[in-house]
């Protein structure tokens, strides 16, 4: 949703230990204990997060380090390791929704939103590490909130589930930061699991692990960060939503998840009076129907035939959706041409990353061929690097 670009990363490695002396350093004392929050990418089922559809994001190996203690004066004090200005202190009772502004917005709001929830949550010192790219369409926000969240939990003993983390999570942003994202990212950092890709229903919020050997199938999945970062991100994804609930209601139903595939054309017959609308259903139909056959391959042990179905999601979005970016279209032809068996943007859109399915063997001239055409077309050098699919949060200390 382009809200990524508000979190600090440090972009260095980083560890529990680091985290805890920089806490030291800042605040004077040790703290209770470390949590950990990863980024996501999203193998497929890109915006049906808000249409109560089907979403398969996994964990990357980038995290944000939150160092926690708790305090008793009702004072909140942030610092981060990755942005400038010092400490920021807050009274929790006077938090107020959307009135605090930059990255602490993100933790504050968590603060906020389990008040707002009657949860008995007081004071806390917190001091942040992050590895997750900001901007980058890697939900480095909800790394944020969930690893905030996660603390919290632990130092007031809360004793919250982590799906019920993420929904303050995502309640935090949608209310007290103002972004009117989805369940997906903050599920995704909340619940993914090692090797995994995780694959949820938001209307439901059940979920369920699906086992993703990348490695051990002689595949390889790249990230392509494209360092691009449209300035109209924010407004065009509020209007996308705006665009698929106005279909749900001309259609007369609760959500576009409702509309099967094979419903589809006389769905479109009917919103011929509604400009704009019929594409954006058709990606929403479309992506559902692609998400359940990716998981069918992954399930049937055939991963490499995710190949085609994650390029026709790219396909969707740039053309029925229209949230993609030269950038991000360059990142997938020339993947394709080079020999990748799949590529796809991931995540928001209108900049941000992508991801390249290939084999472990073609992985290496794939990503020169990428950065050459990056190159020869006058883009900034894009980051390209491995996902590989790791660990939900958890407390690391
Ligand atoms: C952003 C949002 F935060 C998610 O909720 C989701 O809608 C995604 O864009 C698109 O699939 O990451």
């Given at each position: 949703a382009g809200h990524e670009a508000a979190t600090p990363t440090t972009g260095r490695p980083h560890g529990a230990r680091h985290t805890a002396d920089r806490f030291a350093a800042v605040y004077g004392a040790a703290p209770t204990g470390i949590w950990a929050a990863p980024g996501r990418v999203n193998l497929i089922g890109e915006h049906t997060d808000y249409n109560d559809g089907f979403v398969l994001p996994l964990a990357l190996p980038h995290t944000t380090l939150a160092a926690a203690a708790p305090r008793t004066d009702g004072v909140l004090r942030l610092h981060s390791?990755?942005?400038?200005?010092g400490v920021v202190e807050l009274r929790i009772d006077a938090l107020r929704p959307t009135a605090q502004g930059g990255w602490a917005a993100y933790p504050a709001g968590i603060v906020w939103a389990m008040r707002e929830a009657g949860l008995p949550v007081g004071g806390a010192d917190l001091h942040y590490d992050s590895t997750v790219p900001t901007?980058?369409?890697?939900s480095s926000s909800a790394a944020l909130e969930v690893a905030t969240a996660l603390a919290l939990n632990d130092l007031y003993a809360l004793g919250l589930e982590p799906q019920r983390l993420a929904r303050i999570a995502q309640r935090a942003e949608n209310a007290f930061v103002g972004v009117p994202c989805g369940i997906m990212d903050q599920t995704a950092a909340a619940c993914c699991t090692e090797g995994h890709a995780l694959f949820l229903d938001?209307?439901?919020l059940t979920h369920r692990q699906v086992p993703f050997d990348l490695a051990g199938e002689g595949l390889r999945l790249l990230v392509v960060d494209t360092r691009v970062k449209h300035e109209l991100g924010d407004g065009a994804y509020a209007e996308r939503r705006a665009g698929c609930e106005r279909g749900a209601r001309a259609l007369g139903?609760?959500?576009?998840?409702?509309?099967s595939g094979a419903h589809l054309p006389e769905a479109l017959a009917e919103l011929a009076?509604?400009?704009?609308v019929p594409a954006l259903v058709r990606h929403i139909v479309t992506e559902n129907q692609r998400v359940e056959e990716v998981i069918a391959c992954l399930d049937a042990g055939?991963?490499?035939?995710i190949g085609p179905l994650l390029t026709a999601g790219h396909a969707s979005l740039r053309d029925?959706?229209?949230?993609?970016c030269p950038e991000l279209d360059l990142v997938v032809d020339t993947a394709l041409a080079a020999g990748a068996l799949g590529a796809r943007m991931t995540g928001g859109g209108f900049g941000g990353s992508a991801i390249v399915l290939v084999e472990e063997a073609a992985a290496t001239g794939i990503g020169t061929a990428v950065t050459e055409a990056f190159a020869a077309a006058g883009h900034l050098e894009p980051r390209i690097f491995e996902a590989v699919p790791s660990a939900g949060a958890h407390r690391l200390q």
């Open positions: 390791g990755g942005a400038d200005g901007g980058a369409g890697l938001t209307r439901d139903v609760r959500a576009l998840r409702d509309v009076g509604e400009p704009g055939r991963t490499r035939a029925d959706f229209a949230i993609s």
